[in-house]
């Protein structure tokens, strides 16, 4: 019942439906929603009844399809919606209505964990009631795979898993799926691809093994590097067999050639990706459980692991005894603690990860035995949106925009490795700077559509009304995008040696986003071998223990490449869920 109303009411005040405003009032104030569903005639037994027998399960699936059955869904919600930031349609999939409302406790909008949009939820204000959790005997659920996280690693393994035989759980802290994959923007990885081919873009195996070598350094684990870029086009025929659209080929920083894959226009690849894999677990009718936080991975006395112990938000605390457990938690950008822990010199840097990215996954694994590594190797984004979480993506400049400093100049190779530009960035005045872009950009990358939407953008008719715009000297600005123009023409960026030079900045509008570096992926994390299995500090792998993506450390070595993380997820996420199935399967037998 809890959630249910929160949701409608909130849907009502932001959409300004069907409550009266002094409703609506109340329930911005201190009213929990349940409340003001009974001033309206609603009861419990509307939403949780006999009549409609609905339990209140950790997803709170039942309670949500009620909230869908009155008021719409999101869509539909979001369509009705009058102000231009509106949650039910600025928002990456379908999430529940229950990440939001609550019917008991206090409402909060899920966004304003990292936006700081003036969006009042109605019963944002009500006092925070405790879930009073079942205090039953302790039950013990079977399965033969779990996999802890469901981000794009995670719905891959269980997706695979299940496509081998497998009865998979697949359990999310968070209230929503997608992880912090979902705000993956820029794309894909990937060589030697069919879409590449189409397009005349000649790559190797190789060539993606050396970019990815010299970004991270040459610190990575070349054994799981190979895999990476053996893997990357199959991962790609995977996706696309599944229904993805990652057709588009477009070029990142540290890559010799296009090879970055992301749906027709260039729309971000994250929220598209993750809504294929969520479909398809859906479809497939797995066991997706949210609001299900992983408290321990349990072992027996030989040190292999025989399952989880979760904590519910509506069940408590429970174990899955499992066959194979496949961790995929992420990494810790969006723990602030830790980063500093590691890296002091981060301390106070925005992020551009969801809140769920705090690294507890990390601890579980090595809890359980798992040895860590390269865990002070921690990339900085050169451009996430100045005094937000919002991600610029890098495939801005793989377009084609420029980076300006207060004064107007260039001052980088916009499209070196993300540890140097973002050196390069905090050396600036203001330890920022713009990025600027025209009108053929915008329209190369439908991304950017989200950045205006967001009202992140300044922008001129001509050059010296930006700079006016910037407060910067129009002369100086104008030169430096004059020069860079001849550099591109010339086919040769002699100041600062930018390899791609893909087109100059001519058509007017032209537009600028102030930007920031902020904290954006842990390439640390638990030592895994090619099979994925988790690596001991005796350095033999933990029998039933399987991980992939954010959570592992060595495929990135000391910098990560943009594009490599979706192609890692998808990669390793498939062989920890093969390879979790197999063992499920021998076990059986
Ligand atoms: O892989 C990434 O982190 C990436 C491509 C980010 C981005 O700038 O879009």
């Not at 009108?439 to 991304?447: C, G, H, N």
């Not at 390439?523 to 399987?546: H, R, S």
């Not at 063992?583 to 037998?589: G, H, I, R, V, Y």
Request: with cysteine; charged share 20%; hydrophobic share 40%.
């Amino acid at each position: 019942m809890k959630q249910t109303f929160g949701r409608i009411i909130m849907l009502l005040a932001l959409v300004g439906l069907l409550l009266p405003a002094g409703l609506v009032q109340a329930a911005a104030g201190g009213t929990a929603l349940a409340e003001l569903h009974k001033l309206k005639q609603i009861g419990c037994a509307d939403c949780h009844g006999t009549a409609k027998k609905i339990t209140v399960d950790d997803s709170e699936k039942g309670i949500n399809q009620s909230c869908i059955g009155c008021h719409g869904d999101l869509d539909a919600v979001g369509a009705k919606a009058k102000a231009h930031i509106n949650p039910h349609k600025s928002h990456l999939g379908q999430l529940n209505c229950t990440t939001c409302h609550s019917g008991h406790s206090r409402s909060q909008a899920y966004c304003l964990k990292c936006h700081t949009y003036d969006m009042p939820i109605p019963g944002g204000a009500s006092p925070v009631v405790p879930l009073k959790l079942k205090k039953s005997a302790k039950k013990v659920e079977t399965a033969d795979v779990v996999v802890i996280g469901a981000g794009a690693s995670g719905m891959t393994a269980a997706i695979t898993a299940h496509d081998a035989g497998a009865k998979v759980i697949l359990l999310e802290k968070q209230p929503i799926t997608g992880g912090n994959s979902m705000l993956a923007a820029g794309g894909m990885n990937a060589a030697d691809t069919k879409f590449q081919k189409a397009k005349g873009i000649k790559d190797s195996v190789e060539l993606m093994y050396q970019d990815t070598m010299k970004g991270g350094k040459n610190t990575n684990d070349p054994a799981l590097v190979r895999i990476l870029a053996q893997n990357s086009s199959g991962s790609v025929d995977w996706l696309t067999s599944i229904g993805a659209d990652i057709s588009d080929v477009g070029r990142m920083a540290g890559a010799s050639v296009y090879r970055t894959h992301r749906p027709t226009g260039g729309h971000a690849v994250g929220a598209h990706i993750a809504n294929v894999l969520r479909k398809n677990a859906a479809d497939r009718k797995i066991d997706v459980r949210v609001n299900s936080k992983v408290v321990k991975i349990i072992e027996d006395k030989q040190g292999r692991v025989t399952g989880v112990e979760v904590e519910g938000k509506h069940s408590g605390s429970y174990n899955i005894k499992a066959k194979a457990v496949v961790l995929a938690a992420g990494g810790f950008s969006a723990n602030p603690e830790k980063v500093a822990f590691y890296r002091p010199e981060f301390k106070g840097m925005t992020t551009s990860n969801q809140p769920g990215a705090t690294g507890d996954g990390l601890e579980l694994g090595a809890k359980a035995g798992g040895e860590l590594k390269d865990m002070k190797e921690i990339q900085i984004h050169p451009t996430v949106a100045a005094g937000s979480r919002i991600l610029i993506t890098e495939a801005v400049r793989g377009n084609g925009a420029i980076l300006i400093n207060h004064e107007g100049k260039r001052f980088v190779n916009e499209l070196t490795t993300r540890d140097k530009a973002s050196e390069a960035i905090l050396q600036q005045t203001g330890k920022s700077a713009y990025l600027i872009f025209d009108e053929a950009i915008r329209k190369s990358l439908k991304q950017i559509d989200g950045y205006f939407h967001l009202e992140l953008v300044k922008e001129g008719a001509t050059i010296k009304e930006l700079a006016a715009a910037l407060k910067m000297p129009a002369d100086t600005l104008a030169a430096s995008i004059e020069t860079y123009n001849k550099a591109v023409d010339a086919k040769s960026d002699a100041e600062f040696k930018r390899p791609d030079l893909p087109r100059a900045l001519r058509t007017a509008k032209y537009y600028a986003i102030e930007i920031k570096p902020g904290v954006h992926y842990t390439m640390g994390g638990l030592k895994i071998n090619t099979d994925t299995q988790v690596i001991a500090k005796d350095g033999k792998p933990i029998a039933g223990f399987y991980a992939a993506g954010e959570v592992t450390g060595g495929v990135h070595g000391a910098n990560r490449l943009g594009g490599n993380s979706i192609s890692e997820t998808i990669t390793f996420g498939r062989i920890a869920g093969a390879n979790a199935a197999k063992l499920a399967k021998s076990a059986t037998k």
